[in-house]
Structure formats: C-alpha cells, structure tokens
C-alpha cells in the first residue's frame, strides 16, 4: 500500500445525532486522526454523504414506502459533521445507495487518481462499508477496514459484518497499523 485512497462514509448529522455521546465522539477522533494520516502522507480524502430529494424520488423503497425522511436535501441532517477534519480540497461525493460505487462518480474518480488500496471509514459497517467494501472488491481494489474508524447503530451486525469481511473482501487495520503501513512504503 503505497498510495491509497481514504474514503469517509456517511459520517452526517441525521444518522449521528442519536448516537451516545461519548462513542460518537471516540468515532469522530479517530477518523479525523486517520484522515490526518492520510494528509500527513498526501493520499487523497474521499467524503460520502447520502441526500435524497425532499419528495423521496430518488430514496431507498422502504423511504419511500414509509415516508422516511432522513438525510433530505437541503436539511442540515444531510451534512457531514461539522467536528470532522473536512478540507474545501477533500473530493465530496453524494450517494442514493448503501454501495457508494452505485450511481455516482467514484469510479470514475479512483480511475483519475489511481490508488492501489481504499480504506474505508464511517457507518454503519453492516451496510455502506460492507455494500462499498464488496462493490470494491469485485473491481479488484485492495479494501482496508479501518478498525477504530467504522462502526455501526447495530453493534452485532458490526461485528458480524467485520468477521464476513476479514481476510477475504478487506483487510482490518488499526490506524496505528495503517500509519506503519505507509511509513514502510513511504
């Protein structure tokens, strides 16, 4: 892993705000340290957001079923926390889906900057990393999970989804290991 890409997901105010403080805030120091690591060894930063249109259009079946509304264009909900180390630099990419590959241009994207490796980071580990990681993986890209950086409202199906994963869709790694990782390469 010499020059990856690190790719942020769905760290917004409407899937965060019910969270325990305390862990919310563990998640947000560690992925802003991760994307210090990132920086401090100039590999691009990659944020994913969710947003629907405010008559659900363009939303998951179940929204629309339902009439969920969460992560609505235009609402503060749909915005990445502002605690998080987002640079006006940074690459910011909406999705409608769990995969962020589905219908948006991050292919496209990691075509241009060409990493060898993509470390996932955000929410929730059962869905948007594990849909991402697997939509990764079948186009061939070396997938990092970063360990102290995911996590997840359902804490079974995290770490249900993280044994599926390891070793075989992704690597797991600390951010230390990932910051000795890129100093062995570096």
């Known amino acids: 892993m010499q020059k990856p890409v690190l790719i942020v997901v769905d760290m ?17 120091r560690s992925i802003n340290e991760l994307v210090s690591i990132a920086r401090s060894f100039s590999h691009p930063v990659i944020w994913l957001r ?17 009439g969920i509304r969460i992560t609505i264009k235009g609402t503060q909900g749909c915005e990445i926390l502002p605690e ?23 292919e496209e994207i990691l075509g241009r900057l060409a990493p060898d490796a993509l470390i996932l980071a955000g929410i929730n580990t059962h869905a948007c ?16 999970l970063a360990a102290d ?9 995290h770490a249900i989804s993280l044994k599926y994963m390891k070793d075989k869709i992704a690597a797991v790694m600390s ?12």
């Open 84 to 106: 998080l180390a987002l640079e006006s630099s940074d690459i910011v990419i909406v999705k409608k889906r769990y995969s962020a590959f589905y219908g948006t241009t991050l």
């Open 129 to 144: 990393i594990r849909t991402t990681a697997i939509d990764a993986y079948q186009r061939d890209w070396p997938v990092i």
């Open 149 to 157: 950086s995911i996590d997840s409202y359902d804490q079974e199906h």
């Open 50 to 66: 969710q947003e629907f249109e405010p008559d659900l259009r363009d939303a998951f079946l179940e929204m629309r079923a339902k």
């Open 175 to 186: 951010n230390e290991e990932i910051r000795a990782e890129l100093d062995r390469h570096a």
């Open 12 to 28: 917004l105010r409407d899937f965060l705000e019910s969270w325990e403080p305390s862990r919310k805030e563990k998640l947000v």
